[in-house]
DNA sequence: GTGACCGTTATTGTATACAAAGAGAAAAAG
DNA sequence: CTTTTTCTCTTTGTATACAATAACGGTCAC
């Protein structure tokens, strides 16, 4: 990540993606590219190239007459992006399993501490569990070393729709999700490809219905 | 696909990805803009535009002082797009098992017909292969009803280096590659999503070890 | 009142001019 | 001769003006 963004460009990306993000943008909503530019003001221009980056990145959707949207994810789709990346997470950590260093267990273990603790306070600190476990996961794909499998894992984790939803786990998804990731620390220190890549399904599938769950009970309410 | 190809950033789109493909644009070379837009007949704008779809697709890489330059893939580059390839196709190839219709069924049966045709030619129709098979898979991927996985895909298949090599393709391993399209036809009439990943498999890992064969070959010409 | 047609307006697409940033060449210092 | 520095020129980034197109709303015929 840019230190500096200094390209204009970049500044409205990484505005737009925040205001999606954050929910100023509601999902549905119609994005008029004047009106950004006056947001984050630069010119539209820098908004379109923008538009583009976060439209590959299934922030954005096109209407079939080139107008943009803000996407909106159906149970479906996400569904869909959880089995993709159910299949892309385990296929990293079998190569992570593979190829891990001494210096990266390391760093994963104290990933895996640092959400111990945020999770051990009487209020669990999740944004900090968030950080974290973005952390442990990056960490992985780095060990597995396959660019090409970096970029698709990007456009298929952190919709709006699943980063809220992770801001209510409970206490109990909060230690599975640990338990998982220690588990995937034994199985990288054995380079077992088998089981880190066993470990690793697990996890996604398990946040999956942790995500459906949420989902389905913020229904109910809203039908109460 | 658009058959009017109504906007110039569209048709400066097609154009340089067909240069790319066809090797008036070297891999290595340095992409210039402005030359593009003149030999496109447009403005440099939508030859921007072009330009960033082709780097998400991968045949562009941008230099840190963001120079744009036709991908130039090495042996592990295509190791490793094999390898994503391998593990995205083989799952459409299961989802696919469990979703396809009769008339998709037909439509596999019919390419395979004409593949089979183009091969028992006294010399084989090499480019009607090509796209036969592409359309043998396009109707797979169809079958397998997930948007994200036929975008995923397409950023790991038709690399320039790829697509030469498969025009060398030897008799036999063009009809190796009609036994495995039929036999996936089979999986998928008996609807059996574990068959039709296993073939899919071999599918993909047998195109790899010809095309890692026809590489070291070329090398072995190149050094004599 | 309903539906089709047409003009207005909002929004996106393209061209062009200019600004900024880098690479390469030429010149100067060691 | 090598290295460093500066300057120029190429190339990319941004702003703005204008063109094209699609949505919206109103009018007219029935």
């Known amino acids: 990540m840019l230190l500096t963004m200094s390209k204009a460009s970049d500044r409205a990306y990484a505005q ?22 006056e947001r984050c003001g630069v010119s539209r221009t820098p908004v379109r190239d923008a538009l583009r980056r976060l439209e590959a990145e299934l922030f954005i959707r096109r209407s079939e007459s080139q107008r943009s949207f803000v996407a909106d994810w159906s149970l479906g789709d996400v569904e869909e992006a959880f089995a993709l990346r159910t299949m892309l997470e385990s296929h990293a950590a079998r190569r992570a399993a593979e190829r891990i260093g001494w210096d990266q267990l390391e760093r994963l273990r104290l990933a895996n501490a640092a959400i111990s603790k945020a999770i051990e306070a009487d209020i669990p600190e999740v944004p900090t569990f968030l950080v974290q476990n973005r952390l442990f996961h990056a960490i992985i794909l780095q060990a597995a070393a396959s660019p090409r499998l970096s970029a698709m894992l990007a456009q298929v984790v952190e919709q709006p729709v699943v980063v809220r939803t992770a801001l209510h786990y409970d206490k109990q998804n909060l230690a599975r999700s640990l338990h998982e990731h220690e588990e995937l620390v034994l199985a990288f220190a054995r380079r077992d490809g088998d089981w880190a890549e066993a470990v690793m399904t697990a996890h996604i599938r398990r946040a999956f219905h942790a995500y459906a769950d949420a989902h389905a009970q913020q229904r109910e309410q809203e039908a109460a």
């Open 16 to 37: 737009i993606r925040s205001m999606i993000l954050s929910g100023a943008l509601p999902p549905g909503e119609q994005i008029r590219e004047e009106q950004l530019a």
